[in-house]
């Protein structure tokens, strides 16, 4: 039975006066191109199992790999992006273990000359917190393994395999969770505006594994590091790091010594589980791939990747706090995602409300997209839409409250707000003629709750405005009720 450590609730907050903790992230990055790392097989997701494969990819006796000119370029855009020094000869090696899922039995990959090394992402406001890179290798992908505990069997997809990879390495400049959670939020929104990647860790094109170890504040020397993976998630990945730091702390405590291992994540149990001793290089055997050659790379390409990249999150936050005047806090929420960014710059375009449209965004449509666990092009709402919904309030058509149910109900039958509005009959009440009948049929029909706003009572102004809603449907305006109510009560 694997050892697990101790558990904490999700919730827990992780006191470092006695301890830090020194965190290293390696994440791995499916790159989005339409063929293999070294051959021609399609790289879908969702083909029929074993479907997309042939010689070079499964390792047959004779195939010679063929690098993928388009991710070799994705990686260098990732690696520019990323403050990296770019390698001026580049090599490919044979890390070689075996494993059901590892067709050749030796994964090509890089060792001692990684495609770019010594690259930066700063992360939390203002950028004050830097995280070095140590490196970053392109490599080629595993197949994916398929167990059926009914029938005690496991079942081998060998279509994942050679897809290319990107392994970006940090240095263990990481000192918490959180700035493991901001950090991996910040690269996956710069993988996505270069858009050299989905980023999809439900389908698996982005994984993270976690060095972790702790040491007294103040010391320089580094304890020994537990690696953990199987984190689908950013959440896993800061709640599984909370709980290894947890155990190593009370291991320390009791004079338990640390072992270096790799553990696997329990989502379910929230637990880490002890998987197996944890390998160095030399276990791998790594030697020069010999049916790659190295070759050098042209610094003309580097300069026209560079010229061509496009306006990355914290370049496009700036601006757009600056355009539109945003806060910096709603100005990150917008920008952390590429399609949210368009979709609220499309929509500032439109109606020049850029406040509301912001507010919309980051509160209701936030809410609605967590909830639904989807994506805002997949919402069915567009720019338009809201710009439309938007404008319905401003002119007083309909109230705030209103807009919210509109919003849903547009999403639900793929209608516009304006129709909506019109097909439902859900114009607001403004006119004032008319809500003063109203006004002066509820103070007739409420004598004491008159009476208690008299003498002080608060309470019974809203009872009174309530009374009104109800005899309008919900259709009178807020503001036109409050004023017309307070001035035939006070007058």
């Not at 005690?152 to 493991?180: C, F, H, Q, W």
């Not at 896993?236 to 909370?242: I, Q």
């Not at 590429?338 to 710059?345: G, L, P, W």
């Not at 049929?441 to 002080?456: A, L, Q």
């Amino acid at each position: 039975m694997p050892d697990a450590c101790c558990l904490i609730p999700e919730t827990m907050v992780i006191k470092m006066n006695k301890y830090e903790a020194v965190i290293g992230l390696e994440v791995h990055v499916q790159l989005s191109t339409k063929s293999k790392a070294f051959c021609g097989c399609s790289t879908e997701f969702g083909q029929a199992p074993n479907s997309s494969t042939c010689p070079v990819c499964l390792g047959f006796p004779g195939s010679l790999p063929v690098l993928n000119k388009e991710a070799f370029r994705y990686a260098i855009k990732v690696a520019i992006a990323l403050n990296c020094e770019i390698q001026a000869k580049v090599k490919f090696d044979r890390k070689n273990y075996y494993y059901p899922d590892l067709p050749k039995n030796y994964q090509i990959s890089q060792y001692d000359m990684p495609l770019a090394f010594n690259g930066y992402l700063d992360i939390g406001e203002d950028s004050k917190k830097r995280i070095n890179i140590k490196r970053i290798h392109l490599e080629e992908d595993a197949g994916k393994l398929m167990h059926d505990p009914d029938k005690k069997i496991s079942y081998v997809d060998y279509n994942r395999a050679g897809i290319p990879l990107l392994e970006i390495v940090s240095e263990p400049d990481i000192r918490t969770p959180d700035e493991a959670y901001e950090y991996l939020t910040t690269l996956k929104a710069i993988l996505q505006y270069l858009e050299v990647s989905d980023c999809n860790m439900e389908e698996g094109s982005l994984r993270c594994d976690a060095n972790v170890s702790i040491r007294k504040t103040q010391d320089k020397k580094l304890g020994t590091r537990v690696e953990i993976k199987n984190m689908n998630s950013f959440k896993a990945v800061s709640l599984a790091l909370m709980t290894e730091i947890a155990d190593q702390e009370s291991k320390v405590e009791v004079n338990v010594p640390i072992v270096q291992e790799t553990k696997l994540w329990d989502a379910e149990r929230k637990e880490t589980l002890v998987m197996r001793s944890k390998e160095e290089a030399e276990d791998y055997r790594y030697f020069p791939e010999p049916d790659l050659v190295p070759f050098i790379i042209d610094k003309r390409e580097v300069y026209n990747i560079k010229a061509a990249l496009p306006e990355l999150p914290k370049q496009r936050k700036e601006r757009i706090i600056s355009s539109y005047k945003l806060g910096e806090k709603e100005t990150g929420v917008i920008v952390s995602d590429r399609k949210i960014a368009d979709y609220f710059e499309e929509a500032a375009r439109i109606y020049n409300e850029p406040k509301a449209i912001s507010n919309w965004i980051t509160g209701v449509m936030m809410a609605e997209l967590n909830e639904r666990s989807t994506t805002i092009e997949k919402l069915g709402f567009s720019p338009k839409m809201l710009t439309e919904l938007i404008q319905l309030i401003n002119n007083s058509t309909i109230s705030g409250k209103m807009a919210k149910g509109i919003f849903k109900e547009s999403i639900e039958k793929k209608m516009s707000p304006k129709d909506i509005v019109e097909s439902r009959n859900l114009k607001q009440i403004s006119d004032e003629g008319e809500l003063v009948n109203i006004i002066g049929e509820v103070i007739n029909e409420h004598k004491k709750p008159v009476e208690d706003y008299k003498k002080g009572k608060a309470n019974a102004f809203m009872f009174l405005v309530g009374q009104i809603m109800k005899k309008t449907k919900g259709k009178a305006s807020p503001e036109a009720i409050n004023k017309l109510l307070k001035k035939k009560l006070e007058g």
